[in-house]
């Protein structure tokens, strides 16, 4: 987990903070948000706490069938 990062889950039936969240513990999640909180040192006022929040049910994404995909648009479109 990284150092100053707190990660949570909260479902129906788990609410956790501070534990380290991957793929294998939210890919059947069909309710529920996973947070990420952390410290943001980019702003010229100092150093702020932000969180960010995403919302169940996540998709894994197969970039290679999307880039196929796009590929063949492409390649379809006529240039003049």
């Not at 999640?29 to 947070?35: F, M, P, R, Y």
Request: with cysteine; proline share 2%; glycine share 8%.
């Amino acid at each position: 987990m990284d150092e100053g990062v707190c990660h949570g889950l909260r479902s129906a039936d788990t609410q956790e903070q501070g534990i380290a969240i991957g793929w294998e513990n939210i890919q059947y999640l069909q309710q529920g948000t996973v947070s990420n909180t952390y410290w943001d040192h980019t702003l010229t006022g100092g150093p702020c706490e932000r969180t960010e929040e995403y919302v169940a049910p996540f998709f894994k994404t197969d970039r290679e069938a999307d880039y196929r995909i796009v590929w063949a648009f492409f390649e379809s479109m006529t240039i003049i």
